[in-house]
């Protein structure tokens, strides 16, 4: 990386960071590239030399954050010894994910969903890589084509709809949000293990090798 | 031969003026559908009152007399939405027939109900959930009433272990976004190839995938 890319790259951290404190006590309307500017200790010309707009600073903002989670997802994913630990050891990596900083959470799910188009078509295109961590579990069928990659989507959709509600009902940090992931694991298995490998799920653990989620 | 848009036609009085009241609703009737076309190509955040005005004429100020804001025109929109696909799953779905033909008449009445209405159903199903908070609740009781449906099936579970809590709303909530993708991504013809899917999708959990999957190529 080059210096210049360095600076870039420090910068968009901390415009990041800036970002999401900030829409913790404003609306998207507020917020303004000069109060970002200010927040991340940089000149507002700085701020636009990573992004053009408010629009694209906010949606970039967010791309980052989703970049880092499939990023931890996927690295859970490759460390697990099958499909079902490593898919549980991601579960647990994204509850950790979304309670280890409910400011950047709520940013995540909810305001920028709400503000900005950009954010929202990044976030279906975002869903659509995270497929393939359920959609691989076909591996586990006799007849891989017996399920569609539908099946996949559906099961994705349910898990982050139950996401949704459990953050907005301050269920996700905790034993609530242990159950929540149990609970998530039952949808995501049955299809492709049956029905007794999803009722496993409801009692087992996270893999021993995942970081707890930070302290409610 | 030419003739006005609909929101442009004169409203019917006949001899008698109506009520306010029902000018009113009737003048909401009219705005709605345009309404939710803007909100559906436009996105929920993307829009504002001028658009709705510009695409309706019905100019800004009798706008806010009809409606509280763009959120409100947003809501009315999503109820009339909801009615008017409630009362099509309400026809599809036979009374007195068993669970699973009553879930399997109710997928199809919604599928076919989205495909027709794709406008709608995007309003419902991507535009709702990040439209805010009422929206958003809105939204959240539309799956609890699927999972309340769904759950209705936990008597005819074919395991000896209970599903868990919450599956009604997590196969709902999969459901929603299976619809929710092939809206995105402009594929609403595909929407209704998605039936044997979507059958097995809700009654696979408690009847089992075998059953789910005869019954589904059957439907």
Redesign the interface.
Known sequence: MSPLDAAAHGHRARIGQALVELAAGHSYEEITTAMIAAAAGLRPAEVEACFATKQECFAGVWQDLSDELLSRLWSAMVNGTDWREGLRAAAHVALGFFTEDPERSRFFLVEV?????MA?ARR?LL??EAVELVDLGRRELEDPEAL?R??A??????????I??AF?NGELAGDAGLEAV???M??AV??YA???AA?EE?ELPAPAWVAPPAPS | MVSLPDHLMPIEVGRERLPREELSAKQRERILPAAIEVFAK?????TTVDHIVAATGSGVGRFYELFDGKDGCFLAAYDRILAQARSQLEEAVPPDGDWPQQVIAAIRALLEFVSAHPMEAKLALIEA????AVA?GRY?AL?EAAAAKLEEGRECAS?Q?P?????G???A??????I??RL??DEAERIEA?LP?AI??AL??YL??PEARSLAAAA
């Open positions: 969903l709400e503000a900005n188009e929202r279906d869903f659509q569609s539908d099946r989507e559906a099961v994705l959709g349910a898990i982050y709809e139950r949704n509600s907005a149990r609970q998530m039952y949808v049955l299809p049956g029905q007794a009722s409801l | 436009r996105g929920y955040p993307a959930p990040t439209a805010g958003r959240d799956l395991s272990a599903p868990p809590p919450g599956l709303y997590a196969v909530a999969g459901l929603a976004w299976l929710h993708n995105s991504f998605l899917e097995e999708i696979g959990p089992g995938e």
